[in-house]
Structure formats: structure tokens, C-alpha cells
């Protein structure tokens, strides 16, 4: 069963950065993919960042040029730069993972964008 953990929320100004981790229980080289989600209450998980198995990355357009996604092999761990930080960015961070087939989720991480 793979484990996903999430870490790097929290509260920030607007106009600040963070950067979330992602750290898998097993080698991130045999996933397929694996991607950041955000999900606000009441709301559906919507796609952050895709990274594909051959380390390709996509962010969604609306997010381009402030969020950034990355992979460290070596760490099992995926990461997510988020810079220029808004209000509207405040959300639960979600990890995800395919391998085999199966999908995982992480238990997400907190963020707030306040002043």
C-alpha cells in the first residue's frame, strides 16, 4: 500500500511562497504519475501539476508562471514551488500517485492565503 505525506502548508501573506512536499513510502520511480490536486470546501479536486513517469511536468495554465513542479528521485518525493501566493490560492493540498493501475492520495496539507 503506498503511503503518500504531505508537508510544507501553512499560513502565508498574499504575495508569498511556499513549498509543499510530497513524500511516497515507495520508489516515485515506478509511478506512472503523480500530481498535486487542491480542493476548497464544498468544491471538487482540481489538477495542480502533473508529473508524468518520465519526468515531464504540466501546471495548469491558470497557475503558469507562479507554480512550479518537480520530482527528487533519490527522495520519493515530489515537490510544489508555489510563489506570488493569492487569497484565491488558499486551499487543501492534495499528493497523488498511479501505479499499477491503483490510485493513492495523501491526507493533504493546509493552505491559507491571508493577510
Known amino acids: 500500500q503506498v503511503q503518500l505525506v504531505e508537508s510544507g502548508g501553512g499560513l502565508v501573506q498574499p504575495g508569498g511562497s511556499l513549498r509543499l512536499s510530497c513524500t511516497s513510502s515507495?520508489?516515485?520511480?515506478?509511478?506512472?504519475?503523480m500530481a498535486w490536486y487542491r480542493q476548497t470546501p464544498g468544491n471538487q479536486r482540481d489538477p495542480v501539476a502533473i508529473i508524468t513517469f518520465n519526468g515531464d511536468t504540466n501546471v495548469a495554465t491558470s497557475l503558469e508562471g507562479r507554480f512550479t513542479a518537480s520530482r527528487d528521485n533519490a527522495k520519493n518525493t515530489i515537490f510544489l514551488q508555489m510563489n506570488s501566493l493569492k487569497p484565491d490560492d488558499t486551499a487543501r493540498y492534495f499528493c497523488?500517485?498511479?501505479?499499477?493501475?491503483?490510485?493513492?492520495w495523501g491526507q493533504g496539507t493546509q493552505v491559507t492565503v491571508s493577510s
Open positions: 515507495e520508489s516515485i520511480i515506478s509511478f506512472y504519475r
Open positions: 497523488h500517485a498511479i501505479k499499477y493501475g491503483r490510485s493513492y
